[in-house]
């Protein structure tokens, strides 16, 4: 989480996909999400594996890669 709340979000994107990890990101800086992973795999690659956001609405347990 960064000083101002906002979440960061954790994991590796191939550059191809950054716009991915960018939509991904910004669903917790407008607060519409609360915690998320994502993994997108394309020929047999894995492109996209990002997380971040919460576990809990009050926002105290960070997401980890492998929440559920």
């Known amino acids: 989480m960064t ?35 994502l993994c997108v795999v394309t020929g047999g690659v894995t492109v996209v594996d990002v997380w971040g956001g919460w576990t809990d609405a009050a926002r105290q347990r960070p997401w980890a890669r492998d929440s559920l």
């Open 3 to 37: 000083a101002t709340g906002t979440p960061v979000v954790h994991g590796t994107c191939d550059e191809r996909f950054t716009s991915v990890r960018d939509a991904f990101a910004a669903g917790f800086a407008s607060g519409v999400e609360l915690g998320a992973s």
